[in-house]
């Protein structure tokens, strides 16, 4: 990873009243090469980690006022920071407080006097369990969702988030308030078949590796029919598998091909790969992930991005 990449991304907030903690603090972890915020009471702190959203925040547990048991309480009631490890400080005897910050949701500690190669060691740690989130959830973000509402007599779009103007502007090249002639389409015979009692298939534009799937939602008013897009993207899943298990990039490419239902000599022929080596690549997926077959490495798989990534 370029060092740009890693100062820009690799962020830690550190919570602490005491400017002499902040101090040293700071000046370690940033001759370590991260980034560095700071905040001295609660309050900051929970706006720095809404604005900034760190890999890592490194939280004192007594402050006066709000104290840091109350601060990770909400951090992790937010859906924005409920994913950001946090890091105690506490005294050394305080057992309790030890106990009362895995209650609020810490992740580690480290305690007072501070140390800080110990802090170091925890925050690196910590640090690579959140780059791996984190490029688990940019890339599941190629699957952002966008939604429309259509007259479907007129074409009109009776709004539109900000998104879906984006997507429809990149895959029909169009920048009004009128739906794509392919999308009234498709929205007039959705709609008969759901009259019908009938389900029909979404509708699925594609451009390069990437899809836009249009799915109907229900009835927005009375001549207003809701609409969901979902951009898809080989590539993105690709890396979400790849960081979701902690596989190699070829492992990753023969789940996603197993995904979709291809079997080893097919997925040899689309990798440029025998279908000795592919099931050589297929014991190593089963292992990590625990399974012993194709369907249900498939199960697993899916089910995790559709949980929005993680660890394996």
Known sequence: ??????????????????????????????????????ATNGESALQRARHSVPDVILLDAVMPGMDGFEVARRLKADFTTQHIPIVFMTGLTETEHVVAAFDAG????????????E????????????????????????FGQATLAVQPESGRLVWQTPLARKLLGEYFGIDDDNA???????????????RD?????PLTISNGTKRLVFTLHERAGE????LALREE??????????????LTTRE???????????????????????????NKHLEHVFAKLGVENRTAAASVAMARIRMGGGEG
Request: proline share 6%; charged share 25%.
């Open 252 to 278: 990753a490419e023969v789940l996603y091909w197993v995904i979709k239902g291809k079997t080893s000599p097919d997925i040899g022929e689309i990798l440029g790969s025998s279908p000795r080596t592919v």
């Open 106 to 117: 810490g992740a580690d500690y480290v305690t007072k006097p501070i140390r800080p190669q």
């Open 180 to 194: 794509p002639q392919a999308v009234r389409a498709w929205i007039a015979e959705s709609a008969k078949a759901r």
């Open 119 to 142: 802090v170091l060691a925890r925050i690196a740690a910590h640090m690579q369990s959140a780059r791996l989130m984190r490029q688990a959830r940019s890339a599941l973000d190629a």
């Open 197 to 201: 009692g009938h389900a029909f298939p």
């Open 233 to 246: 993207s080989d590539t993105a899943v690709i890396e979400a598998l790849q960081a979701a298990f902690r």
């Open 1 to 38: 990873m370029p060092d740009f990449d890693r100062l820009s991304s690799d962020l830690v907030l550190i919570v602490d009243d005491i400017p002499e903690n902040l101090s040293l603090l700071h000046d370690a972890l940033d001759e370590a090469g991260y980034t560095v915020l700071v």
């Open 223 to 226: 001549d207003e029919w809701l």
